[in-house]
């Protein structure tokens, strides 16, 4: 079959909204486009969009400052409104499994079938034991409906709703050369408020969870601490990105991104910690880091140490072409992990679910 047209990826996370736009290339892909735009701290509140303006404003600002021409994209959600589950079933025919799909949703995702849209992928068959590994997704029809008008009215037409989760994989896959090498990694989003976890065994998706946490908790604890505001805790917070407020940070703030952060790493600890309770496979082999509050050094070493994992952040562009009349590498560098779900996004084609 031939491929479909690849899509623009529309990461719309809850700070800031990201556009990856991919080109095929003779071997592999180039970067046409990747951009991204604050977005204000009240637009998007634990996943929920509270401000369609605004942030339908940020993409259409996105699409136009670009000239993005191709309007078909893919977008993901994450969070609360969307449960995966990894079940085992008896061997079944694709047709046996689409007619019991609605009674095993029932057993196993604990919302009404009637709010959710539902979808499914197969892992693995294996018949000497009988058994299929399939992977149940289900997500709210209310929210996946709040972000496709969001794209929709900034004049895109979504095409894929993919979860964030998956899209990391995706961007795995292409970036890391298939990751089906017997090796078990994590792949950690640290974004502002949800920490996405994917664990992909031997290329196969093993695990996944979604934690609400992230970058801001560690902003609004120096917030209070500090007695200052959102904007001065944020500026602290990344070392006085625009100006030089290097020398003015005060110390409580390391101290403080330390406490949130050691709180973070033993929630995320705690998912990984499940993992290997329930699953066969032993051992971690590494920890990928995409999304912004990767760029937290003290957040990376303490999953590290608390792991024992080695820890790396990931690079979404590292196998993409890219022109560097237009992208300077300094500049990918920088905002590589806040990449992560866009690129993943962008890989996505016309004519797939
Ligand atoms: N240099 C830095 N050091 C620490 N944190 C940073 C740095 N740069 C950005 N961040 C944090 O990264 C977070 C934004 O990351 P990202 O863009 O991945 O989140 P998002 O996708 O908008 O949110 P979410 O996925 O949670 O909805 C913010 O909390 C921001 O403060
Ligand atoms: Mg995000």
Redesign the pocket.
């Given at each position: 079959m031939a491929k479909g047209k690849l899509l623009v990826g529309l990461?719309i996370?809850?700070?800031?909204v990201?556009l990856c736009h991919l080109k095929e290339a003779k071997r592999g892909y180039q970067l046409k486009t990747f951009d991204m735009v604050q977005l204000s701290q009240e637009a998007?509140v634990d996943?929920v969009i509270m401000n369609q303006g605004t942030v339908s404003d940020a993409i259409r600002n996105l699409v136009s400052r670009n000239r993005v021409r191709q309007k078909e994209c893919a977008i993901s959600i994450?969070g609360y409104s969307v449960i995966v589950k990894r079940i085992t079933l008896p061997l079944m025919t694709d047709q046996e499994l689409e007619n019991n799909l609605q009674w095993e949703v029932e057993q196993h995702i604990p919302f009404d079938i009637n709010d959710v849209f539902i979808d499914k992928e197969i892992l693995t068959r294996s018949p000497q034991m009988g058994t299929m590994d399939v992977l149940l997704v289900a997500s709210k029809r209310d929210m996946v409906n709040e972000y496709v008008s969001a794209a929709r009215d900034a004049g895109l037409t979504p095409k894929v709703v993919d979860v964030?989760c998956f899209s990391l994989q995706n961007m795995y896959e292409m970036a890391y050369g298939g990751g089906n090498d017997g090796e078990t990694i994590a792949i950690l989003?640290?974004?502002?408020?949800?920490t996405s976890l994917i664990i992909v065994s031997n290329g196969v998706t093993a695990f996944t969870r979604d934690i609400s946490m992230?970058?801001?908790q560690i902003?609004e604890e120096i917030q209070k601490q500090l007695s200052i505001t959102y904007e001065e805790a944020?500026a602290y917070?990344?070392?006085g990105?625009d100006g030089d407020l290097d020398a003015v940070v005060p110390h409580e703030v390391e101290e403080v991104v330390h406490q949130v952060s050691e709180t973070i790493a033993q929630e995320i600890q705690r998912s990984l910690n499940f993992f290997l309770e329930t699953s066969s496979v032993g051992l971690i082999n590494r920890i990928l880091l995409t999304?912004?509050?990767a760029?937290?050094a003290a957040l990376a070493s303490v999953i590290g140490q608390q792991s024992g994992v080695v820890v790396e952040v990931a690079s979404p562009f590292a196998a993409l072409q890219y022109d560097p009349k237009t992208y300077n590498p300094d500049y990918l560098n920088d905002v590589a992990p806040?990449a992560g779900?866009s690129v993943g996004l962008a890989l996505r084609r016309t004519g797939e679910r």
């Open positions: 990461d996370g809850s700070s800031s990201k998007i996943g994450s964030d989003d640290l974004g502002a408020s949800i992230g970058g801001q902003t944020e917070k990344v070392g990105r999304g912004g509050t760029k937290s806040l779900v």
